[in-house]
């Protein structure tokens, strides 16, 4: 069967590993092969994380570069800090929230504006959806369930060999009690959202 | 929890660290031990975890020697014991390590070394298949999780049936990979067993060691014949000619791309790869024209493949590092496998990737830094300040450094790491730039660190009246690996089974006369303290004590407490820019109206109140709990 490669990236403490975990529960529940390729360790400690998710006939959870067919990013810059795992085809999605390093606030280097990276995203290939999931976490309870949104629109895009309802009884099962309302609310918002982008941009 | 109560027969997504744990259990492991140390921290973590469960004795132990230790002595007495240990833990371990070889073992035992290519969290990428060589001691290598378990089992048996330790060589890769994994039976403990005294295989005496290095070489003998059947080393053949020799993930990576080739291409696995299989691996070359050795980090069975095949008349030409076709740096990856056959098969390859060379905006790097709150970064605030008050018109002071968390002092705006070795080096080394030198020397070591490989060395600085400052940063816990408890660390309900060791009685026992205990988020106290300890001739030692930020604000969140955080009066702000450029937290950014804080990344310490003036605590915004995915 087709490999899937995903690829998930942002700032440490966004709950990059969780959305990778959800995801790869789903897959192994439609009785799909899934490796997981984690970061754990110094990098975590604000650094640039990402994860890999390959679904399909393989055994080793790097995705090659040039080689995924989504990279998921919850923060901007980082999405495009990722080209360098892109194709014609893949899909980016990104979160338009963008996370200030220190070196900036400090002077020391430049962050660009999210027209900016935008623009340089759009440039990369047709398949971007950019979003304010942050945003629409708020909306749906917390701010925090911006991954949730994430996965949402991941699922939009229609890529994933994964049933919607898998992925809901996923998160489901990976949350605490008191926030499943939230989650659940964030993870419609965000698909609805999808869905209407790629109407929109006719993808 | 699925990792002890999943069902015989399932399959279930484990990390490879935790994959290892599962094959202990499966082997009916008795004792467990393990230093922490990225990428192998979560075997023991797992371990920590579980054991109130199970049968078997696990603990954390001070340093990779000492867990090694209490792993060879279990086994000599015929235990199932394992030890689990990062790259360069094995380098701590090491001397015993290279006698358990001769000595063997009359149960099993199991050392897991975890190594680093890339090194993602590590000093450097050393490959620890050398020091199976050095050693001479049987390795096996998965390239998954799901054989990292059955290679854990298989290791069990291997080293009973040789009656000498195995090595389980695991990477970034595997350890930190999550996979399926299927599940055996769990394996009951036998209970306690009786050592029997036995000084010519136990006491390595000159004499003894004469006849146990010739016992290794026969068992080594042995275990090459069974590397040569073992079923852990596979074939699979096709009809070019063409193959690959491979071993851990690499072998992963080729076996995924030499299917899209359309020529047929044969790869032997090599799992069992220490001692090298010869017969088999000869055999497998016999039919090729061509063959492509793929191990990530050094050439080391490429080197003795081509020593093996010299003169032996079988004509194959062998492709890998040393015809540069793969490199001797990093970790590889699909890409650079695909990249080394396709130019052995001679095959162009359409590159897929998107042409990114042309930037259009420039992201900027995002280095680790200490968390918001961190107790370090106070520390290493005041220690620059009153080094800097106590050191005017001489030259700098010289500051040793260590591995934790606090190694972030070495980035700015501190700069308080001017040399690192490995772990404990922070102070063996001040000796040497306090005698070599007229600077000022500082060291920095945490309380882990203190524990696992400071103490010979602090006792050398006192016994050479070594004029040096030490700053042990205690934080009450072995934060960066992921919050394991330490000799000096007990945590609540420990106590029955721990005791703790005190850091300054420790150290006033060493007989040092200057000690003091600070309490950093006390900024203006502390660097009282330390002018004092810096003008102080002699060993002057202070221990810098307050809680690991997030593992406080974790209890708090336990306790329903309120986590109160702090803010700038932004209007008033001048924009001096001293909490950003000399204090550095994290938490601040800069607003319209001036410099703020993130309220979501205040860790609520209070300290930069010290900082500036115009910084309040607040009480409307304690932290939510964590919601979200």
């Known amino acids: 069967m087709e490999t899937t490669n995903i690829v998930i990236t942002g700032v440490g403490g966004q709950g990059i590993i969780l959305v990778s975990h959800i995801l790869a529960d789903a897959a192994k529940a439609s009785d799909l092969s899934v490796y997981v390729g984690e970061v754990h360790g110094m990098a975590q400690r604000g650094g640039v994380v990402h994860t890999y998710v390959r679904i399909g006939d393989i055994y080793s959870s790097l995705v090659p570069e040039g080689e995924a067919d989504i990279v998921l990013s919850l923060e901007m810059g980082e999405a495009y800090r990722a080209r360098n795992y892109l194709n014609s085809e893949s899909w980016v999605i990104t979160n338009q929230r963008r996370i200030i390093p220190l070196s900036v606030v400090k002077g020391e280097a430049d962050y660009p504006e999210a027209e900016e990276i935008e623009k340089a995203l759009d440039g990369l290939g047709e398949r971007t959806l950019s979003v304010d999931a942050t945003k629409l976490a708020r909306e749906s309870g917390s701010e925090i369930a911006e991954n949730v949104v994430m996965l949402g629109i991941m699922v939009a895009t229609g890529a994933l060999p994964i049933e919607e309802e898998t992925i809901k009884e996923a998160i489901v099962d990976r949350v605490k009690e008191e926030w499943k309302e939230v989650n659940l609310k964030a993870f419609a918002a965000g698909l609805q959202k999808g869905q209407d982008l790629i109407a929109e941009l006719e993808l | ?629």
């Not at chain 2, 290892?20 to 492991?29: D, I």
């Not at chain 2, 298989?154 to 299927?182: C, D, K, Q, W, Y």
């Not at chain 2, 070591?445 to 602090?458: K, M, Q, V, Y």
Request: with cysteine.
């Open chain 2, 1 to 629: 929890m699925d990792l002890i109560n999943g069902v015989v027969g399932k399959e279930y997504l484990l990390l490879g660290n935790e994959a290892v744990v599962r094959g202990a259990l499966e082997a009916g492991m008795d004792i467990a031990t393990q230093y922490p140390g990225t990428p192998s921290s979560e075997i023991g973590d797992t371990l920590w975890k579980i054991k109130e469960d199970c049968d078997f004795y696990y603990e954390y132990s001070t340093n990779e020697k000492v867990s090694l230790e209490v792993a060879a002595a279990a086994a000599s007495a015929g235990a199932r014991s394992l030890a689990a240990m990062k790259h360069v833990g094995l380098n701590v371990a090491s001397d015993s390590f290279m006698s358990t070889a001769y000595t063997g073992v009359r149960g099993a035992m199991v050392i897991v070394v975890a190594d680093d290519p890339s090194m993602h969290s590590s000093q450097n990428e050393q490959d620890t298949r050398i020091y199976s060589r050095l050693a001479d001691m049987p390795m096996l290598e998965p390239a998954t999780p799901n054989e990292a378990k059955e290679m854990t089992k298989e290791a069990f048996e291997l080293s009973e049936e040789l009656g000498m330790p195995v090595i389980l060589r695991l990477t970034t890769r595997i350890s930190h990979t999550r996979g399926p994994v299927s599940f055996g039976e769990i394996k009951v403990p036998e209970g306690k067993k009786e050592f029997i005294s036995n000084p010519t295989k136990f006491v390595p005496t000159p004499g003894n060691a004469y006849h146990l290095h010739r016992e290794l070489k026969e068992r080594i003998a042995q275990a090459k014949k069974l590397s040569n059947s073992s079923e852990l080393n596979r074939v699979e053949s096709a009809k070019g000619r063409v193959g690959i020799i491979s071993s851990s993930v690499a072998a992963a990576y080729a076996r995924e791309v030499k299917e899209e080739f359309e020529q047929e291409v044969s790869l032997l696995t090599l799992a069992f790869s220490y001692p090298l299989p010869d017969d088999l691996i000869k055999d497998f070359v016999s039919d090729l024209d061509k063959v492509l050795i793929v191990e990530e980090l050094e050439p080391v069975m490429e080197k003795e493949i081509r020593s093996l095949l010299y003169g032996t008349g079988i004509e194959v030409e062998v492709f890998g590092k040393l015809s540069a076709h793969l490199p001797e740096l990093y970790e590889y990856t699909p890409k650079l496998v695909r990249e080394a056959l396709a130019e052995v098969l001679g095959v162009e390859l359409e590159d897929s990737a998107l042409s990114t060379a042309e930037s259009e905006v420039e992201i900027p790097p995002r280095p680790p830094v200490m968390c918001a709150g961190c107790p370090h970064r106070h520390s290493y605030y005041a220690v620059v300040k009153a080094a800097h008050a106590c050191t005017k018109g001489e030259p700098d002071p010289v500051y040793t450094g260590d591995i934790g968390c606090y190694t972030l002092g070495a980035a700015p705006p501190f700069m308080a790491i001017d040399y690192l070795l490995s772990m404990g080096s922070s102070i063996g080394t001040t000796g040497g730039f306090a005698e070599a030198t007229e600077q000022k020397v500082i060291s920095f070591i945490g309380d882990s660190t203190f524990f696992h490989g400071g103490l010979p060395a602090l006792v050398n600085v006192i016994h050479n009246q070594h004029d040096i400052t030490l700053v042990i940063l205690d934080n009450s816990t072995t934060a960066m690996t992921g919050h394991q408890p330490h000799p000096g660390a007990v945590k609540d309900g420990e106590g029955a089974s721990l005791r703790e060791v005190s850091i300054e009685d420790t150290v006033r026992g060493m007989g040092v006369e200057f000690l003091e205990v600070v309490d950093p988020q006390n900024i203006e106290e502390t660097e009282e303290i330390f002018k004092e300890a810096i003008e102080f001739e002699g060993v002057s030692v202070v221990i810098s004590r307050a809680p690991c930020i997030l593992v406080e604000n974790r209890f708090k969140m336990e306790r329903g407490e309120e986590i109160v955080k702090c803010k700038i009066k932004e209007e008033d702000c001048v924009e001096c820019d001293v909490c950003v450029q000399k204090y550095a937290c994290p938490a601040f950014y800069r607003g319209p109206d001036g410099l703020a804080i993130d309220q979501a990344l205040c860790n609520g310490c209070g300290a930069c109140q010290q900082v500036c003036p115009l910084i309040d605590l607040f009480g409307e915004g304690a932290i939510e709990e964590e919601g979200g995915a």
